[in-house]
């Protein structure tokens, strides 16, 4: 089993920053692709970055310039930096992971609990 720990949400005001991070833990042989989507009240979860195993990114083009995915593959870790938020940003984030796990080198994805971002005056 796999584990998704979240983690640096918080109330923020518009225009400022706020840094999630994502450790994974558990029977992790190697993670692939790791990213962040999002979900605000009544609204589908949608993706808001990706970053693979040799740090090829992709943003959605809403946060294309504000935000910025990176990982940390010695310390299975990924993290969001979020730069001017908008009120728009607000939803709860989740991080998902793609992990191929021992002992049978299963493949499956992988999701945290969520943390709540809230960009407000």
């Known amino acids: 089993q796999v584990q998704l720990v979240e983690s640096g949400g918080d109330l923020v005001q518009p225009g400022g920053s706020l840094r999630l991070s994502c450790a994974a833990s558990g029977s992790i042989l190697w993670i692939n692709a790791m990213g962040w989507y999002r979900q605000a009240p009544g609204k589908q979860r949608e993706l808001v970055a990706t970053?693979?195993?040799?740090?090829?990114?992709h943003y959605a083009d809403s946060v294309k310039g504000r935000f910025t995915i990176s990982r940390d593959n010695a310390k299975n870790t990924v993290y969001l930096q979020m730069n001017s938020l908008k009120p728009e940003d607000t939803a709860v984030y989740y991080c998902?992971?793609?992990?191929?796990?021992?002992?049978?080198?299963?493949?499956?994805?992988?999701w945290g609990q969520g943390t709540q971002v809230t960009v407000s005056s």
């Open positions: 970053v693979t195993s040799d740090g090829s990114t």
């Open positions: 998902n992971a793609a992990v191929t796990t021992y002992p049978r080198a299963l493949r499956n994805d992988y």
